[in-house]
């Protein structure tokens, strides 16, 4: 075997005839001058050993074509198998063969690093725990168990194995777990401080406007038999639909962008009309100026929207239109045209009192929800004719419990009536009060300087709440029990931290969908097609990513984080190159 240098890159030739040297003339001033040569052995019978033959000379090292070098080089790989040809680009490049250990998914990781740096949420992290010495990197610990809930969300237990085997993390390449659950009991002692400094970075940063803050509550349930004496796991109204499960209750503060500023949590025998108290006094801390709070009408009691003007805020709630309250009905019943705001939506102002007693109200109608309304209560009432006749058929006991179990429908027994006789009969009247509220809700504001189409814009961005508590329990799977692997934890400290995880992670995946103008779902996909290859060498071992995709440059592009270096790092038995 033989070796020559060439503008310090080593190549090797391995047992072949011809191959390239280097020969070194000593000049009379001392100096060197190094030539290259195409050459080949020959063996010499009567000195009976191998001597070189220079077949062609290439002139003075540092004056050799090398790119004529390379395309010689090229042509003769046209004459080698697909094998033969990748152990020599391998030579060409690194100077020795070298083996493919695995490929790991990188670039949805990637992205998500570069917003968790935008935000500066590693330096807030960093300076909370300075005077921690700490023996593990927990902002880098803490940052894979946000990235896990947005791309792959599994257990804590399965993170350990995710980290190692299933994502390329840089400067993280394992992590054990017992440091995961320790730095999430120290992302849990950093809460509030965490929370109000990562809302004031990320309203710098934005720009966000937090005129408008939208608050809800959801329940996530946990798959155990019995509730906990004290702590959060407690039965109460649940969301989900599993009234027979121990739950907890979720609060999201979430701006007209979406951008989720503050979570809490909440044991899940809490109703949510008294946790609004807590959360404006909350939010009054961290003294935002002149706030709009937007509730739904299951958060919007007398005393709630009392305390919310307290401290110059306002609010604008939802009301419930069949409750029979006075001030809904003189609202309802009140005169006067709709002004159209935009396609399918109309606005109406109605005031109801006056002086200090007076309420403002926004009559809010949607035509094309007014028609869906119509249709479907006439289907109702089809069924509901087909089952009276049903009813009408029975007698004795089935007869006064299928009465009894008609009365009391959700749906039906809102169109019903019973005669002297107890008889269920069609109400038409029922019928035309129902007609009153088709495609309608009822809007209650504080804010008299308010525009009525800004109050019912306003509150249709209600919507943005729901929309991250979708995010939350189906991409990044909150509920702490998901069949699909979600964290089983049971101590309440754990359930805070998982719940402050999933905060930090909706946070990132809404500014990326915000600034892209894509689902997270098509982001990742695009992004996790980006891999890093794993390469090892005699001596080093390299770690190479995949080409940029057309799609993943647009990415990169409108969230302005920069493309990965193709070489992601470079480890020797001396020293690891970045």
Known sequence: MISWVLSNHWYTCYNIDMYIRTTVRKNKNGTQTCYVQLAHNTWNPETRRSEVQVLYNFGRAENVDRAGLERLARSICRYLGPDELLRFE?????????????SKPFGGAWVLQGLWKHLGVDRILTQLFKER???????????????????????????????????????????????LYRAMDFLLEAEESLQYQVFCQVSHLFNLEVDLLYFDTTSTYFEIETEDDEGLRRKGHSKDSRPDLPQA?????????????????????????????EVKKDLVGWKLGRVI????????????????????????????????????????????????VRDNLEVKEIVIGDGEARTRYVLVRNPEEAEWDKAKREETLDKLKL???????????????????????????????????????IDKDKIKAEERLDGKYL??????????????????????????????KSTLELRPDHPSGGTRHRLEDRIRAHVLLCWLALLLVRIA???????????????????????????ARVHQRTETEPDQHQLFKALKIPQPPKILNITTSDCRIT
């Open 90 to 102: 391998a030579r060409r490049d690194y100077g020795t063969e070298f083996g493919f250990e695995s």
């Open 133 to 179: 010495k700490f023996q593990s990197p927990v902002e880098r610990t803490i940052f894979a168990l946000v990235a896990n809930r947005a791309l792959a969300p599994m257990s804590k237990r399965a993170v350990e194995e995710w980290v190692a085997q299933d994502v390329y993390i840089p400067d993280l390449p394992e992590i054990p777990l017992h440091h």
């Open 249 to 277: 209750v979720i609060g999201l503060a979430v701006t007209r962008d979406g951008i989720p500023v503050r979570c809490w949590v909440w044991p899940g025998n809490t109703a949510d009309m008294s946790v609004v108290q």
């Open 293 to 340: 709070t937007v509730l739904d009408r299951g958060m919007a009691s007398e005393e709630n929207l009392r305390y919310l003007q307290r401290a110059g805020g306002h609010y604008i709630a939802g009301e419930r239109m069949r409750a029979g309250k006075n001030t809904v009905e003189k609202a309802l019943s009140h005169p006067g045209r709709f002004k159209t």
């Open 387 to 425: 089952e009276l006749a049903r009813i009408g058929e029975l007698n004795g006991a089935p007869h006064t419990k299928a009465v009894c179990s008609i009365i009391a429908h959700p749906t039906y027994g809102r169109y019903l009536k019973t005669d002297k006789r107890g008889q269920p009969r």
């Open 443 to 472: 809007l209650r504001t504080s804010d008299d300087t308010l525009a009525p189409e800004d109050v019912a814009l306003g509150y249709k961005q209600l919507l943005q709440v729901e929309d991250a508590f979708r995010t939350l």
């Open 513 to 539: 969908e915000n600034q892209t103008g894509q689902t997270w779902r098509t982001i990742r996909a695009h992004l996790q097609r980006m891999h890093v290859g794993e390469f090892q060498f005699p001596t």
